[in-house]
């Protein structure tokens, strides 16, 4: 029998799979929690029972070599949001309210490269880059902001605070007045003591709204957590709940909002299309002692350029792209998100110079994926490069830092006091000794000499307070003018 031509034509065009519709772009989520201890998760050998961040662990991804630029709030998030070191765009320590610098207009933020692909972008918790107007969350890619300006422990803040002397009847109640915002807008003038109990539980409800409104559309959700910054508050559900002391409530409230997060996730139909990224700012403040986590084997906390305060507890949770159950002894870093996720959702890299690398393969189980990073700087304490590193081996140049010294921090929220040690150059081998407990320069030469050369690269580029060297390629932070205006 033959077919007529239209008729053929018809069948073939009827039997034909229809065009296949393009992917939807991922949805990510950046978990960023403050001054979260390496050992202080489940996943991570913790002691505090952590059920969803072991569901994280189990359906996804383990980093144990993951870091920060710096071990100071501010600074780690510059390096976070523009994939940049923070010395690169001018921003070092921790921002307080007197600071009159923010993040450039001109950098290109994650929630930038994100909106420019019609994401939707929300920063439910702490910013920390900047108070003033210009600086705020939404001049710079989100949509959406509600939280603190600055750290928790901050004050005073408003006017009639400025001038209270310690002894006053308002210092010793607590903590004055934090602004918590809604975009530009305070919103709840006076958090005080008890009132941060509620951060966590208030973030994660507006994260879990965003998560149900946006669900038919791609977004970025950053939660940094004000939490576990001193002070720490639990909320009444999971104070005194842990077993564990406040500092356990407090990281238990945590693991519930991951909980939250993910389970919205699922409600809206969007889990397997979701990055979810958990980490920390940097490591723990050791000096409050019982109110502070732990850094477990690795050397020293926060404020330091050891391990224990650049290294992170780190997981990664994508079903269905990120191996379930697996676990990353490559370095990757926080510079690396930018730049990772830029090349899922298919968004152009910022036209500035940045200098993260996509470590997509070490995420994704690529066979034989291996760390990108050939030289990896840790700037610290006002522009030093205290340290730099590449996949295995850290050499640090001679410089002062804050110490315990084996000593107990301190109890009930009050910190003990640090002692100041030095450390000349010493060169460890993370692989074989990440307590960095080992000098074994004069064992390697090479190496040392190997990294010498990188460093003096990085100090003719971004410059190093150590040896008084101007970096060529570093930039200018925002600064305040006369007429740009303020908020209190």
């Not at 939660?223 to 406040?246: D, I, Q, Y």
Request: overall charge neutral; charged content about 20%; hydrophobic content about 40%.
């Amino acid at each position: 029998m033959k077919w007529p031509a239209l008729a053929l034509l018809a069948l073939l065009t009827a039997c034909a799979a229809p065009p296949p519709r393009p992917p939807l772009r991922p949805n990510v989520v950046v978990i960023f929690v403050d001054d979260l201890g390496y050992a202080d998760i489940g996943p991570f050998g913790g002691a505090i029972p952590t059920p969803n961040l072991d569901r994280m662990a189990r359906e996804g991804l383990r980093c144990t070599d993951f870091a920060v630029t710096s071990a100071v709030c501010s600074a780690s998030r510059a390096s976070l949001l523009t994939g940049c070191y923070h010395q690169r765009v001018g921003i070092a320590g921790a921002l307080g309210p007197d600071a009159q610098i923010g993040l450039h207009e001109d950098e290109t933020t994650l929630a930038e490269l994100c909106r420019q692909q019609g994401y939707a972008t929300a920063c439910f918790g702490k910013w920390h880059l900047g108070h003033h107007p210009k600086f705020l969350p939404q001049q710079h890619g989100f949509d959406e902001f509600f939280g603190l300006p600055y750290s928790n422990d901050m004050w005073p803040l408003h006017p009639a605070h400025a001038n209270l002397p310690p002894d006053s009847a308002a210092r010793k109640r607590g903590y004055p007045d934090l602004p918590l915002l809604e975009g530009e807008t305070i919103v709840v003038p006076a958090v005080q003591g008890s009132d941060q109990a509620q951060l966590t539980r208030r973030y994660t409800e507006r994260a879990v709204d965003f998560i149900t409104r946006h669900r038919d559309r791609p977004f970025f959700l950053y939660l940094p957590h004000t939490m576990v910054h001193v002070p720490v508050f639990a909320s009444e559900r999971f104070a005194g709940k842990s077993g564990h002391g406040t500092y356990g409530d407090v990281v238990q409230e945590i693991d519930w909002s991951v909980g939250e997060v993910l389970a919205a996730l699922a409600r809206a139909g969007v889990d397997d299309r979701t990055l979810v990224l958990f980490t920390s700012d940097n490591g723990p403040w050791l000096s409050y002692g019982a109110h502070a986590g732990s850094a477990g084997p690795l050397r020293e906390g926060k404020g330091t350029a050891f391990e224990g305060g650049v290294r992170v507890p780190t997981l990664v949770r994508w079903p269905g792209r990120v191996p379930a159950g697996a676990v990353c002894h490559q370095f990757a870093a926080t510079i690396d998100v930018l730049p990772t996720v830029a090349k899922l959702i298919g968004a152009p890299l910022p036209p500035r110079p940045i200098d993260g690398l996509d470590i997509g393969p070490l995420w994704f189980g690529g066979p034989g994926a291996v760390t990108p990073h050939e030289l990896f700087a840790c700037y610290y304490d006002g522009g030093q490069l205290q340290a730099v590193r590449d996949g295995r081996w850290k050499l640090h140049f001679p410089h002062k830092y804050a110490t315990l010294a084996g000593r107990p921090g301190g109890t009930d929220g009050r910190p003990a006091p640090y002692t100041t040690a030095s450390i000349g150059r010493a060169l460890f081998d993370l692989a074989n000794d990440p307590g960095e407990t080992r000098d074994v320069a004069a064992e390697f030469p090479e190496v040392v000499a190997r990294l010498e050369a990188g460093a003096a690269r990085l100090r003719r580029e971004l410059g190093d307070a150590l040896t008084g060297t101007k970096g060529q390629a570093a930039r200018a932070p925002g600064r305040l003018g006369p007429g740009d205006r303020r908020l209190w």
